[in-house]
């Protein structure tokens, strides 16, 4: 039988497997092997994903429907259809994060000794207290604005937590106004002091503080009741050049076009009532679609805040990360590099070393350039300093800055004005394509020439994330991979075409072609031998293009596993077209980051590394890199941290053929797998090295 592999039944679609992912992200919010303020952490993760997946998703949805230009997806779904989908899926994960929040994660804060209270809890000791701070401090910053016939509905910005409060003069007329709760300002949780020696932690929630005075406000006039709400903007920026400004000035004007996008939901107090509701989305232009009805905690991701309380017994033991001891602060960093390419698998493994290696490059008389791509900074960055101090101290420094990072657009500018105010030669990415590869390059006078030591990985120079994110960086001196990143930190600065590199993959140009070169390789092996075997670790597999040779692959008996942590619109276990194919999930403590591309190749395995995913955007709309790991040693250790992360059968989700995901356990007999863990215990032992 010949199957037809672009038919829209073997792919699922993007955005529905995207909220498949935040259900899985919600699972760890259940798990109680977490500690408790880090189940709060994961159920604050869902938030912020779900308010992403509006303002950029489903803003992007409504473009389509709104210009009337679209083209199908792979899996056919067209977007008002997708939308009406979308929009089932939501109600139910709305659902399901109130159930956990009220029910699960509040009632064990509050065994644990923090207690978010209401007004009506409050001692009169309390309230004396907490009214005190809100006239003092808050209602001094507090701006009322009517609704009605004679002034503008106000402006809602994106994000913000508001209370329209209900009113009643006292010639019994009904009168509507908003009040926007500085969240900004104040946090979402109020402290409620205690007194001295009280092992109880209270808050108050700064909307409720304010409903509970909303009489100072509104002064000869009964408050009859109030409903909060939160609305989401479409957050997609439209970056246009014309002949009179740069890319910089450009991404800065287009920033202030997200805070006024346009509506894409209303968040809603679940007891609002309908004539409300209708004002509400009457007045900024939303369908009855657009709303949903919050239970009891609207703006999840401002439970953040609680997770930075400081009850060490309520959040993970600190990970204290392994560092080689050929990269202890005693040796000298090249000297290393010159004998030895290095493999660092954060967070397990330390950033530290290549911090020192960048601040040693700074006052090291023999460095004469350095070279780097910047995509997400962290706001205190020693990278960053040791780079302004490299200048300072007379190197070439030049720095590939994407200012269109989302949500990072603004930090970047402050970023590149800084840099440049130190003399440092700042490009700012490209007017077309993203600037996604992460790359590094040290150019030094040695007594035998002018050597280059290379710096590539998955994850962001970023001390921030890389404690956090499961990343994979590689140090090394290979000559063809020095002249492969010089060449294409050429191409990002000036005008140089090249289409062919050396060792690298580079996407728009080569990468593409390339995965899909090996994946027919492995077809041709597998014809021969019958030892085809794939084994990708990634964040998203979107891209139809490799999808359809994964499934010829399989369709060849090639055994294909596949360790997708988000996005995957492949389907597996389909019968005559992907049998042998194993898709699996891992969320856990850290985030999933690193990309691992393992291809047996007849028993001469190749490893590759680097900062793409198998989607569109980043094969056709960004510049990526994957290269190849040389060292047998570390291609090896690569393949074994690949095995680990297959074989868990405890953080791991399987992929069903239908699109579901279904928790894996250990079978009975099994061993627990927990691959993070794992890492932990052993970290170190992929270098060759056991503490």
């Known amino acids: 039988m010949t199957h037809d592999l672009t038919s829209p039944e073997y792919y699922i679609n993007r955005e529905l497997s995207w909220l498949s992912f935040n259900r899985r992200v919600l699972a760890e919010a259940h798990d109680d092997a977490h500690p408790l303020l880090e189940q709060v952490k994961f159920l604050a993760i869902c938030g912020a994903n779900l308010d992403e997946f509006f303002m950029v998703r489903v803003s992007g949805l409504r473009h389509q429907i709104k210009e009337g230009v679209w083209k199908a997806p792979p899996d056919s779904i067209m977007p008002a259809d997708l939308l009406w989908r979308i929009q089932i899926e939501v109600d139910e994960l709305y659902r399901l994060y109130d159930t956990c929040w009220r029910e699960r994660l509040l009632p064990r804060l509050t065994d644990a000794g923090i207690s978010i209270i209401s007004a009506g809890d409050l001692t009169d000791e309390e309230r004396e207290q907490v009214q005190e701070y809100f006239m003092t401090t808050i209602y001094p910053i507090l701006t009322p604005m009517a609704i009605d016939a004679a002034r503008p509905f106000p402006f809602i910005s994106n994000l913000s937590v508001n209370l329209l409060a209900v009113l009643r003069s006292t010639e019994q007329r009904q009168y509507l106004a908003r009040v926007k709760i500085p969240t900004l300002t104040f946090g979402r949780f109020v402290p409620i002091e205690t007194g001295k020696g009280h092992s109880r932690t209270r808050f108050i929630l700064l909307e409720d503080l304010i409903a509970e005075n909303l009489g100072v406000l509104f002064p000869g006039m009964r408050v009859e009741r109030s409903y909060r709400f939160r609305l989401a903007r479409d957050a997609e920026i439209k970056v246009v050049i014309d002949e009179a400004s740069d ?156 200012l269109k990072a989302k949500f990072d657009e603004l930090n970047n500018i402050t970023w590149a004005r800084a840099l440049e105010h130190e003399g440092v030669h700042v490009v700012y990415g490209h007017e077309r394509l993203k600037i996604h590869a992460k790359l590094a390059l040290i150019v030094r006078r040695e007594p035998d020439g002018i050597r280059r030591y290379v710096h590539l990985s998955s994850g962001n120079y970023n001390t921030v994330t890389t404690r956090i994110y499961g990343d994979i960086g590689y140090l090394t001196a290979d000559p063809d991979i020095a002249a492969d990143v010089t060449e294409l930190f050429n191409l990002l600065t000036g005008y140089v075409g090249k289409e062919e590199y050396r060792k690298l993959l580079v996407a728009p140009v080569s990468l593409r072609q390339g995965i899909i070169d090996r994946i027919n390789r492995e077809i041709d092996h597998q014809r021969r031998q019958g030892d ?156 060759g090295w056991k503490e």
């Open 532 to 687: 085809g075997y794939i084994a990708l670790k990634l964040n998203g597999l979107l891209d139809p293009d490799i999808i359809s040779a994964l499934y010829r692959a399989s369709q060849e008996g090639v055994r294909l596993d596949l360790n997708v942590r988000g996005l995957c619109a492949l389907r597996p276990g389909i019968p005559g077209v992907s049998e042998t194919v194993v898709v699996r999930s891992i969320v856990g403590r850290f985030l999933e980051h690193a990309r691992i591309y393992h291809f047996h190749n007849g028993g001469d395995d190749e490893v590759l590394l680097g900062s793409s995913d198998m989607m569109q955007r980043n094969l056709r709309r960004r510049v990526e890199v994957l290269f190849p790991v040389r060292d047998r040693r570390i291609r090896n250790a690569l393949i074994r941290i690949l095995k680990i992360h297959l074989a868990d059968n405890v953080k791991s989700w399987q992929l069903l053929p239908d699109g579901r995901y279904e928790k894996i356990h250990p079978a009975e007999g099994e061993e627990a797998c927990h691959s993070q863990n794992w890492l932990i215990e052993h970290h170190g032992e992929w270098h």
């Open 247 to 402: 890319l910089l000035t450009a991404v800065e004007e287009s920033i202030e076009c997200r805070r006024t996008g346009m509506p894409v939901r209303l968040e809603v107090d679940s007891g609002m009532p309908a004539d409300l509701i209708l004002l509400l989305s009457e007045r900024l232009g939303l369908s009855q679609a657009d709303i949903y009805g919050v239970g009891s905690f609207i703006g999840l991701a401002d439970l953040w805040q609680l997770h930075s309380l400081p009850r060490p017994d309520l959040l993970d033991t600190p990970l204290l990360p392994f560092v080689h001891p050929a990269l202890t602060p005693e040796r000298d960093l090249f000297t290393a590099i010159r004998s030895e390419d290095f493999l660092f698998y954060h967070p397990y493994d330390s950033f530290n070393p290549l911090v020192r290696l960048f601040r040693q490059a700074a006052i090291d008389p023999d460095v004469l350039a350095l070279k780097i791509t910047l995509y997400r900074i962290d706001t205190n960055s020693p990278i960053v300093d040791a780079l302004m101090k490299a200048r300072q101290h007379g190197k070439q420094v030049t720095v590939v800055l994407e």
